[in-house]
């Protein structure tokens, strides 16, 4: 998985009835664009560090609006 400062990020709930959460990456950290990220939560506009697990995350390049 690699992204880039503006991606937009989908972390997808494992539980039901849980939405999904996304944001934009604010700060690339790893190499290459490699986890992990910082990222703002569109929700709250808290910002956290991600390190993205297979299979429940999504990453939408140069999708800098909601």
Request: proline fraction near 9%; aromatic fraction near 4%.
């Amino acid at each position: 998985m690699t992204a880039h400062v503006g991606d937009r990020i989908v972390v997808h709930s494992h539980h039901v009835g849980e939405p999904p959460r996304d944001g934009e990456i604010i700060e690339v950290r790893g190499e290459e664009g490699e986890p992990p990220y910082l990222v703002r939560w569109s929700d709250d506009g808290h910002e956290s560090l991600v390190f993205p697990g297979p299979g429940s995350t999504t990453i939408s390049h140069g999708a800098t609006a909601r």
